[in-house]
């Protein structure tokens, strides 16, 4: 179960930030404006996007304590860079970011990393 746990909390933390990128998209030209926080809040009430994104946030949070109740730190916040990986394949897949050797180089040294140290 904590490994279910850490799964969809690092999905829906990966999942969160696509949803944010779009939604930012939506008003990232009015963003430093001098009522930052009365249209963020104005935004963030009509923004589907945002609203997907900071509730995908909180529900990966939830699930995250959990996890932390149940690994060692030492091993469970490695864990958590693999939420890199997923949101580097959401970001080519679904935004068309570009891919090269040295993503691919990058997505092997953390998977790598996340394998060492929770064997240790």
């Known amino acids: 179960m904590k490994y279910i746990a850490a799964i969809l ?4 933390g990966s999942g969160g930030q696509y949803f944010l990128k779009l ?3 939506k008003i990232s030209g ?3 404006s001098p009522f930052i926080l009365k249209f963020f809040i104005f935004e963030l009430l009509k923004n589907t996007n945002l609203l997907i994104g900071l509730f995908s ?5 939830v699930l995250w304590l959990y996890v932390l109740s149940q690994f060692e730190l030492s091993k ?4 958590a860079s693999l ?3 997923v949101t580097m394949f959401l ?9 090269n050797l040295f993503k691919v ?9 996340v394998i060492f140290i929770n064997q240790s």
Not at 57 to 61: A, D
Not at 76 to 79: E, I
Not at 91 to 99: D, R
Not at 105 to 113: D, E, K, Q, Y
């Open 9 to 12: 909390s690092i999905l829906l």
């Open 23 to 25: 939604g930012v998209n």
């Open 30 to 32: 009015k963003l430093f």
């Open 57 to 61: 946030y909180v529900i990966s949070m």
């Open 76 to 79: 469970a916040y490695p864990l």
């Open 83 to 85: 939420g890199y990986v």
């Open 91 to 99: 970001g080519i897949s679904l935004l068309g970011e570009p891919f």
């Open 105 to 113: 180089i990058g997505l092997i040294l953390i998977v790598s990393g």
